[in-house]
């Protein structure tokens, strides 16, 4: 029974390109959570998001970012021209039904040079 | 703002000493909480949650208090082991019933030998 599944785990981008980070949540969990952590913070919600719907994205940056749950296939958070700000651990959560706990992947990674 | 705030950023223990690590939250409409552990590199792993309908949870070797009157949620772990050295996170819900969580920033538990 697979957990939730991350890829890369660590990704090395320039600053003006394109990020792009894959989330599988476990099986049978229809709902994906994406947050963001610096070095020694907490986790910071981005986006929460149904199969095909985004349904509460109010922390994710206005610019630059965004993120699908396609019908079939993994969740993507997309980053256009990334900037060194944007170096950061990013983890995707998914869980089965609400009011459950968030199931957490291994994250991914992501500096900028 | 509403926020989730840890009292001790490094809590020090030997083997086989409870710990307590203590959270205060603001946000009286959180009906959900939950603690998690990480380890370097990894995702933060489920460790117990409560529901503001109950004051004290227990699982194994672990224990959550919640003490609404003073917004106060605590995790006691029981004879502790050098295998519980990680980052705690203790998070609300802010009432959402979706489960969109709010994150404390951290506490670093060590456990010497």
């Known amino acids: 029974n697979a957990g939730v599944m991350q890829n890369p785990r660590h990704l090395v981008r320039r600053r003006g390109q394109e990020a792009r980070l894959r989330c599988s949540p476990m099986k049978g969990h229809s709902h994906v959570y994406w947050y963001r952590q610096l070095p020694e913070e907490g986790l910071k919600f981005m986006v929460y998001?149904?199969?095909?719907?985004?349904?509460?994205e109010s922390g994710m940056p206005k610019e630059r970012f965004s993120a699908e749950f396609p019908k079939e296939g993994p969740s993507i958070l997309r980053i256009q021209q990334v900037v060194r700000g944007d170096s950061a651990a990013y983890f995707c959560?998914?869980?089965?039904?609400?009011?459950?706990?968030?199931?957490f992947g291994d994250g991914t990674r992501l500096s900028i040079l | 703002g509403e926020s989730v705030g840890l009292h001790l950023p490094t809590l020090s223990v030997q083997e086989g000493d409870n710990s307590i690590i203590n959270c205060a939250y603001s946000?009286?409409?959180?009906?959900?909480f939950i603690w998690y552990k990480q380890e370097s590199g990894k995702g933060p792993q489920f460790i117990i949650d409560?529901?503001?309908?109950?004051d004290k949870r227990q699982g194994q070797r672990v224990t959550v208090l919640l003490n609404k009157t003073v917004k106060h949620l605590s995790l006691q772990i029981a004879a502790t082991q050098p295998g519980d050295s990680a980052v705690y996170f203790c998070?609300?819900?802010?009432?959402?019933?979706?489960?969109?969580?709010?994150f404390g920033k951290g506490t670093m538990l060590l456990v010497s030998p």
């Open positions: 959560a998914s869980l089965r039904d609400r009011d459950q706990p968030q199931h």
């Open positions: 946000n009286s409409a959180s009906d959900y």
């Open positions: 998070a609300e819900n802010g009432g959402r019933g979706y489960s969109t969580l709010t």
């Open positions: 409560i529901r503001s309908n109950m």
């Open positions: 998001l149904q199969k095909e719907n985004i349904i509460d």
